[in-house]
């Protein structure tokens, strides 16, 4: 019973936070932070950190995997369905119902027009994301070759119109990571074991 | 059968998408176009919608292109292959493995796909503005140059670039999607 009403307290408050985050994962990380952390004590605020971190380095969307992981901790398995559903459901309508209308008011003619602005706006979006993600990035040699390698190789591949998935450039880098990882691990302990036997 | 396809797709896209929201732009965008579920266009008109509307960038894609190909069921097969990979994942974590983090050798590959996210995601600007402005995609293709573009992205671009600057805060993207807009109004009627 008391699990019931932690799932819908739960529940409850997700749905909102669904409801209310605009711009995707990283704004909703605040309303969250608001929510979970001052206002009802539910997470500590090193733990509400670790949430972040392991939500934004597991792939897909950083309001899934917060709600999951916090819905988890709070009330277990269905305390994690409860907070999952509860976070894609307001979308889930709001975009359904747009997407029955969305033809029909796109051959309106002045909304038309206003999307060939928007479109433009919507590069520039993905740019400005793009390059606030390049300015926080370390500036180190891996990460300055990956990155003009992965543009290089992408920007070329489109154009020569060769298809090549994205989901292949990040399994590659990937395998170099851990390669170069396991390199440096073994290296490290060798030179150790030699400066051992000195 | 289109919901199996729908389903194993966006499941793809929610195992590899790193970096939240935009993280995952390349990889739909390639998979609409080559499926022909939408158009360039229609894609970038519907991210604005998404990312006018609340809710995470890939629940709102999943949702309205199952939709589109496929009606509400469609949307249902969409959202729940772009969300489980993630439940699922995360429930694994949180169940057993609290200090995932803490190992070097995950920590090492996490950072290592950093710089290959921000390529990915620059590259597609990068791609889609050369198709926008010059009408370019790929070899064979003819030049036409659309000033009317170019325009309004000088525009937004230093509207949002003096707004950092003298500020020191992000302009809205909902306002400057609003305002694009209503250039894209002004340019065509004029």
Not at chain 1, 146 to 159: D, E, K, N, P, Y
Not at chain 1, 183 to 190: D, E, L, V, W
Not at chain 2, 105 to 121: D, E, M, Y
Request: glycine share 8%; net charge positive; charged share 10%.
């Amino acid at each position: 019973m008391q699990k019931a009403k932690q799932c819908l307290k739960l529940f409850l408050v997700m749905f909102r936070i669904g409801l209310f985050t605009f711009g995707g994962g990283y704004a909703m990380i605040s309303l969250l932070e608001s929510e979970l952390v001052s206002k009802r004590k539910w997470v500590e605020t090193d733990e509400f950190y670790n949430m972040v971190a392991i939500a934004e380095s597991t792939p897909g969307p950083v309001a899934i995997n917060a709600a999951t992981y916090v819905g988890y901790k709070l009330a277990g398995f269905l305390g994690a369905l409860a907070a999952t559903v509860a976070v894609c459901l307001p979308s889930f309508v709001i975009i359904f119902i747009i997407s029955l209308f969305f033809d029909a008011f796109l051959s309106l003619k002045y909304v038309a027009y206003a999307f060939d602005g928007i479109q433009v706006c919507v590069i520039f979006l993905i740019l400005q994301a793009g390059v606030k993600m390049l300015l926080k990035l370390e500036k180190s040699v891996w990460n300055i070759l990956v990155l003009i390698s992965v543009v290089a190789c992408m920007v070329t591949l489109s154009v020569l119109s060769i298809a090549f998935s994205s989901v292949w450039y990040i399994l590659i880098t990937a395998g170099l990571a851990i390669v170069l990882y396991l390199f440096t691990y073994f290296h490290a302990r060798k030179t150790k074991e030699k400066g051992a036997e000195k | 059968m289109i919901y199996l396809t729908l389903f194993l797709t966006f499941l793809k896209i929610g195992a590899v998408s790193f970096g939240g929201g935009y993280g995952m732009i390349s990889l739909i965008r390639e998979t609409v176009l080559a499926n022909a579920w939408l158009t360039e266009e229609d894609f970038l008109n519907f991210i604005a919608v998404a990312e006018s509307t609340p809710g995470p960038l890939a629940v709102n894609m999943a949702t309205f292109i199952g939709s589109a190909q496929a009606g509400f069921l469609g949307a249902l097969v969409a959202t729940l292959g772009v969300v489980l990979p993630s439940f699922i994942i995360i429930l694994i974590i949180a169940a057993l493995i609290t200090n995932l983090l803490k190992y070097a050798g995950v920590k090492s590959v996490l950072q290592g796909i950093r710089p290959t996210i921000v390529g990915l995601i620059l590259a597609t600007a990068l791609t889609m503005f050369v198709t926008q402005v010059f009408g370019f995609t790929s070899v064979g293709d003819e030049f036409s140059f659309d000033w009317k573009a170019l325009v309004i992205f000088a525009i937004i671009a230093a509207i949002a670039i003096l707004w950092k600057v003298f500020k020191k805060k992000q302009f809205s993207p909902i306002l400057l999607i609003l305002i694009s807009g209503g250039l894209g109004i002004a340019l065509n009627v004029i």
